[in-house]
């Protein structure tokens, strides 16, 4: 299905243009069927480390980036690239620097208590997933807006903005059959020089996606119940 777009421009100072919105009601007994349903669908989602090198469909990956990019922003600034890498080369580059920097931090720059919280998950400081998953999407934030004439304009709720587009972009690839995982090394100034980005992107995580290997294993984890994180007042 194709579905229709406008190419986006800076609405900076622009007047407030008010659009109708009257989505279609859904039926009560429908909203609470697909609600139960995708609970059941999002707690089946785990954070993979050992990929397949089975291609996936690149529209998949694409139509996944494009659900992240509906995400509200702070002044609808939408502060965020994401970067598909495929050259083989920069992916090799961004594993080695990763691994450097995870290695610095495992010997040393992380705490006790940091290491102690880490210890049940099974990380350590080598990254085959960088290399081995067939796609990994480098997501920046725009630290402000850039124009091509140099011109600059502030962006708000930076964090916050792409925190939540990260957040829909692992939903959707994990309700499109694929899994991920977002790997942070610290710092990650190298993806910025590896990738060729501008001075206004930083790099906010590095997401591998594909599907598990044959002999894939996860942590043994228990996710908090609804009681433990819902409070109603």
Request: proline residues 9%; glycine residues 4%; contains cysteine.
């Amino acid at each position: 299905m194709s579905i229709p777009t406008t190419q986006w421009t800076p609405t900076h100072g622009d007047p407030y243009r008010p659009v109708p919105y009257r989505p279609e009601r859904m039926p009560a007994a429908e909203s609470l069927a697909r609600a139960a349903e995708l609970r059941e669908r999002m707690d089946r989602r785990r954070t993979v480390r050992q990929f397949s090198a089975d291609p996936v469909p690149e529209q998949v990956v694409r139509d996944a980036i494009a659900c992240a990019a509906t995400a509200p922003s702070g002044a609808h600034q939408q502060p965020w690239t994401f970067v598909l890498v495929k050259d083989p080369e920069a992916r090799r580059r961004i594993r080695r620097a990763a691994e450097e920097e995870e290695r610095i931090s495992y010997e040393g720059r992380l705490s006790e208590e940091w290491l102690a919280a880490l210890r049940p998950l099974g990380t350590d400081e080598v990254k085959p997933h960088l290399t081995d998953a067939p796609a990994l999407i480098v997501v920046f934030q725009q630290r402000y807006w850039l124009g091509e004439d140099g011109d600059k304009r502030k962006h708000y709720y930076v964090d916050e903005s792409v925190g939540i587009a990260v957040g829909m972009l692992l939903s959707a690839l994990h309700l499109s059959g694929l899994a991920a995982l977002v790997h942070t090394p610290s710092p990650m100034r190298f993806l910025s020089e590896v990738l060729g980005r501008p001075a206004n992107e930083k790099a906010f995580a590095v997401i591998p996606v594909g599907y598990p290997a044959a002999d894939c294993t996860v942590p043994d984890l228990v996710r908090k119940s609804l009681d433990q994180v819902l409070k109603e007042v």
